[in-house]
T-cell receptor
């Protein structure tokens, strides 16, 4: 059974204080790892797909990296508008579904 | 603009009542999904469909029903058998060729269902 664990559950940062969110996974054959951003009362917004260990993707202040066991979402010099819940999901060779982690709620204070 | 439209945004259910949540997509995606999200929890899969006139149960299908008569539409009915329906419901879609697990799912903005 595929499993995804995100840590920490919540993270408070000061504006400009860089940090990383973790997504640990156990899958039978990784087909893709996906990062999403979810604002309160909204659906998740797709950010990145990573397919193989060593791959990196960047978008503005966000950078996602992937190893064989985990993915990190690095946030550089965050701003209050980066406050949201960040979700990680994996797709595997076990089936056609994605397995989602519980999310990390990020709060950036000015 | 291509996307997924869920309606209504807010819905209230009385005891013993069935309610239907709408989900429409114009992304030309073959696969569609329904998830339930409870506070502090991740997304749990209710039903999914990979082709018209076919759908499969997810992890928490009891008390729910779906139909897929058109590629663009995947409505979810919350029946009176679902005893704890208060949650945020999300519809998603994705594309794929041999598999859907290497493609991201794209989400609508959800329907919040509450009990009266």
């Amino acid at each position: 059974e595929d499993q995804v664990t995100q840590s920490p559950e919540a993270l408070r940062l000061q504006e400009g204080e860089s940090s990383s969110l973790n997504c640990s996974y156990t899958v039978s054959g990784l087909r893709g790892l996906f990062w999403y951003r979810q604002d309160p009362g909204k659906g998740p917004e797709f950010l990145f797909t990573l397919y193989s260990a060593g791959e990196e993707k960047e978008k503005e202040r966000l950078k996602a990296t992937l190893t064989k066991k985990e993915s990190f979402l690095h946030i550089t010099a965050p701003k209050p508008e980066d406050s949201a819940t960040y979700l990680c999901a994996v797709g595997s060779s076990a089936g056609n579904m994605l397995t989602f982690g519980g999310g990390t709620r990020l709060m950036v204070k000015p | 603009d291509g996307g997924i439209t869920q309606s209504p945004k807010y819905l209230f259910r009385k005891e013993g009542q069935n309610v239907t949540l709408s989900c429409e997509q114009n992304l030309n995606h073959d696969a569609m999904y329904w998830y339930r999200q409870d506070p502090g929890q991740g997304l749990r899969l209710i039903y999914y469909s990979q082709i018209v006139n076919d759908f499969q149960k997810g992890d928490i299908a009891e008390g729910y029903s779906v139909s897929r008569e058109k590629k663009e539409s995947f409505p979810l009915t919350v029946t009176s058998a679902q005893k704890n329906p208060t949650a945020f419901y999300l519809c998603a879609s994705s594309t794929g060729t041999l598999t859907y697990s290497n493609q991201p799912q794209h989400f609508g903005d959800g329907t919040r269902l509450s009990i009266l």
